[in-house]
């Protein structure tokens, strides 16, 4: 079994202005750095034998920010949001609106979310047998999250789509062998 804790990145220019970034690599804002210094201390006790992150930077610096280099972190592309492409950079009521349609019909010039949950699922099986034991924290996305909700707690992913996302100071998963 692996100890997932999942953490979403702190607050960036887009999120305070409620766009959707998507694939967008948008810099966290003072606001955010704030939070993710915040997301350090709220876990400063706490031992992860490894951090991931998706391979953007609002992501991979919330990890710096928060516990610099106290664990070895690594980014993974596979980690990422959601490609929205057409509609990236759009108002994330849109996006949000859209999502339920996007389950296995990629958004327009960009992906699904089954696509990104996928994603999600061939990391969690290349990451079983290294951390099988072992405690991390993943630092990412809405669509990281629908992938751990999806492939560690079985939830459907018209079921996450339209339930109301809400942030929460990290969610926990048990993580068994994936098998298929």
């Not at 949001?81 to 990236?88: A, S």
């Not at 290349?126 to 990412?140: A, M, Q, V």
């Amino acid at each position: 079994m692996v100890e997932i804790v999942f953490e979403s990145h702190a607050t960036t220019f887009d999120n305070e202005q409620k766009i959707a970034s998507g694939h967008y690599d948008v810099e966290l804002s003072p606001k955010g750095i704030e939070l993710a210094k915040q997301l350090g201390e709220r876990r400063k006790g706490e031992h992860f034998d490894a951090i991931f992150t998706s391979d953007l930077q609002r992501a991979y610096k919330t990890a710096k920010l928060a516990f610099g280099d106290r664990f070895p972190i690594f980014q993974d592309e596979r980690l990422r949001e959601c490609d929205y492409g057409d509609f990236e950079h759009q108002p994330s009521a849109f996006v949000d609106s859209e999502r339920v349609k996007r389950i296995t019909e990629p958004f327009p010039n960009g992906e699904s979310l089954g696509q990104r949950a996928d994603y999600m699922k061939a990391f969690l099986k290349e990451l079983f047998p290294k951390y099988d034991g072992k405690r991390i924290l993943i630092i990412g996305h809405r669509a990281t999250q629908y992938g751990l909700e999806r492939w560690a707690n079985g939830k459907a992913l018209e079921e996450l789509t339209q339930a109301f996302w809400q942030w929460q100071p990290g969610w926990t998963y048990r993580l068994e062998l994936i098998k298929s």
